[in-house]
Structures are given as structure tokens and as C-alpha cells.
T-cell receptor, first 113, second 114 residues
């Protein structure tokens, strides 16, 4: 099955700086890569996603890049703000015989004032 | 309001006492899924369902059962709970699969098995 590795597990950045979270996946058939944000005590919420036919996608201060050859994808947050503090999860969907979503273990992003 | 609901939100039980966590969505979604979230392990899929009467195992199905008799409901059943099933559980749904649309999560159920 699919295996998703996520790094770093904790990331601390100064407010206003950029943050980058990286994920690698094992199944070359994976074709959909969502990112979720989970604030303390809340449910995960989708913040951005990318499909395998696209190399990059942006939505205001967040962007995701995908390198299919290397089987890795990254979340980029620019001009970080205190409300960006949360746990972020990447995930990969491989379809085929398994219609499940495999998540990374999460990155705790801390925005220092 | 479009939503996924779970009940109960908090539950403390003892080893071996059967329990059911309900999940319901009002969006007419075909795909529903259960995850457990544990510190340092992220979200792991337990079971999912592509449609009524269609269910399949996720990554960690041992000790759990599910049923999908109606499109809106997808209960999670623990026939004989054990302490290693103490976790935070999330139900989620999408229109037709995690690839095609945003996955909506329920509010979570925090389960403690003593």
C-alpha cells in the first residue's frame, strides 16, 4: 500500500517568514495530494490540494508543488501569521484497488511573534 | 447546513463492552470513511464505504466493524473494545471519493477504553 512520509514533525518560524513542509510518497500511481490543517481541538480541514497532472497550485499565501518523478510534494506558506499555527497533514490517494487516503504523521507549525 | 455529525463526542468505557459511534451526513455523499488519530501517528484510515452496502478495510481495521445500510449513516462498531483503541475518531465524507471532492470531517469522538 501507499506510505507517506512527512517532515519536519515540528516547525517553528518567525511571524512574516515562510514555512515549507515536505512529504514523500511511495506509490507511483498516486494521483491526488490534499493538505489539511487541524487547529487545536478542531477537525481537519482541507486547505489546498493538487492533482498529478499539475506541478504547482497557489491560493493566496499558500501553495503546493508536486514532483512526480521524485514522488514528493510540498506545502509553502508565505508571510506567516499567528493564525497559521496548527498541525498540517499531507495525504496521498492512489486509487486503483484501494480507494483510501493515506496521511502523513503531521507537522506542528508554530508561528513565533 | 451541510455537515457531518458524530455521536457521542466523548466516551469512556471499559474493556469488552460493545459500543457504537454513529456518523451521519446530510449532503447525500456516496463516500464515507472512518479515521483514528493518535499522537505522532497522524490520521489512519480504519474503514471506508464507496456506497450503500459497499465497505472496505483501510489501514487499521482490526477490532472494528462498520455497516452502510443507508447512504447518510456509517456507524463504527467496536465489538470488544480494548485499551489500545483509546483514540480520537473522525468520520468523513465526500461526494464520490477522496479524489473527486473535498473530504468533510465530523467533529471527532474522543474514546477512552479502561
Amino acid at each position: 500500500g501507499e506510505n507517506v512520509e512527512q517532515h519536519p514533525s515540528t516547525l517553528s518560524v518567525q511571524e512574516g517568514d515562510s514555512a515549507v513542509i515536505k512529504c514523500t510518497y511511495s506509490d507511483s500511481a498516486s494521483n491526488y495530494f490534499p493538505w489539511y490543517k487541524q487547529e487545536l481541538g478542531k477537525r481537519p480541514q482541507l486547505i489546498i490540494d493538487i492533482r498529478s497532472n499539475v506541478g504547482e497550485k497557489k491560493d493566496q499565501r499558500i501553495a503546493v508543488t508536486l514532483n512526480k518523478t521524485a514522488k514528493h510534494f510540498s506545502l509553502h506558506i508565505t508571510e506567516t501569521q499567528p493564525e497559521d499555527s496548527a498541525v498540517y497533514f499531507c495525504a496521498a490517494f492512489s486509487g486503483g484497488g484501494a480507494d483510501g487516503l493515506t496521511f502523513g504523521k503531521g507537522t506542528h507549525l508554530i508561528i513565533q511573534p | 447546513e451541510a455537515q457531518v455529525t458524530q455521536n457521542p463526542r466523548y466516551l469512556i468505557t471499559v474493556t469488552g463492552k460493545k459500543l457504537t459511534v454513529t456518523c451521519s451526513q446530510n449532503m447525500n455523499h456516496e463516500y464515507m470513511s472512518w479515521y483514528r488519530q493518535d499522537p505522532g501517528l497522524g490520521l489512519r484510515q480504519i474503514y471506508y464505504s464507496m456506497n450503500v452496502e459497499v465497505t472496505d478495510k483501510g489501514d487499521v481495521p482490526e477490532g472494528y466493524k462498520v455497516s452502510r445500510k443507508e447512504k447518510r449513516n456509517f456507524p463504527l462498531i467496536l465489538e470488544s473494545p480494548s485499551p489500545n483503541q483509546t483514540s480520537l475518531y473522525f468520520c468523513a465524507s465526500t461526494i464520490s471519493g477522496p479524489f473527486t471532492d473535498t473530504q468533510y470531517f465530523g467533529p471527532g469522538t474522543r474514546l477512552t477504553v479502561l
